[in-house]
């Protein structure tokens, strides 16, 4: 099973950028023809956070930088928009998504690539009808796609996919596992922002248990030194022992909070990045429902108690003036009452920007996925 999963993986490369841009002296970019060069990552799928190495990120995120400022110039969006023709896209999502379903098909339209696409497979696919993951992307695979991007409910769902899959599959969210690309697009947020990756001390909160992109984010900044992760939630929705144990294998340090007071009077005061999440209550037990409605209760935002913003896991104005000046405050979003609307107008939030940031990761991603099938 490990080697298949490494295999799936690929290899670690050590290519040069497959999409040249050369600056002519009118200072237009030209994007040369893909198949001029190599890829710029050689893996076959997305799967996990922990497939990268901080070598491909910077590489990764040099190319986001770059197509951000191709989109900026109408000759260079041009050229980009038919990159790709003849590609299609199968974005299936089987869980409802705005930002990861939406930004993919956005960049793949950018790149020239066509989209086909279903939002609601769990309820209007054959899985309905029992049809396994396996055997639907097989069939799919018959479909002639050049990439499948796939959000799932069950955990393990895109390695199981990949495995029987010739072509190449995104994990955009399976279950309570992993969501590989939003820890790109943060981690390319926090590099934008603080222009590090490593000797960050991060805060994360929330819903640890079932947040996946807290587990992704997590493994990520492991791979880079002197990183310190602060994780703070309810005792029953703490960070998952997989993880920690991962953590600990990589020489990263974390501390464990499980009250929003030690949170607020040591953690949030030191943070460079605080990164919040909401309690994924679709996916906690009927019997846990209770137990963390009490505290969504006293979260909400109309609610005005002091008591309720110092004993809840929010995020308000009161604990955006304990953070530093420089501190960063993000989240995947969707946001629910977890940080209040106010802190949207503090400039250290960042949260609106880091959703933009997925559509240059996602394409750049999506061009070297494509350019290394060019080159197979
Ligand atoms: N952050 C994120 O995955 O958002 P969506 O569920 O809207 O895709």
Redesign the pocket.
Known sequence: MAAQKAQLLGAVGGQTPQLKISEAASGRFFVAPARESRPLLNIPHVLNAQQFTPNQLERLFLRADELRKMLAIPTSRRSLASRYKGHQLCSLFYE??????LSFEQAATKLGVGIVSTENAREFSSAAKGETIEDSTRVINEYDFSIIVLRHHETGSALRAASVSNVPIINA?DGMGE?PT?ALLDAYTIKREKGRLDRLHVVMGGDLRHGR?VRSLAQLLSKYTKNHISFVSMPGLKMQDDVLKILRAQGTTFKEFFSMEDARSIALRDADVVYWTRTQTERLAESEKDLFAQNTKLSSPNHKSTQASVSSFVIDLKVARLMKKDTIIMH???RVWEITPEVDNDPRAKYFEQAGNGLYIRMALLDTLLSRRMHL
């Open positions: 409802p998504s705005t930002r990861t379903r969210g969501h939003q992109t995947p979003l969707p």
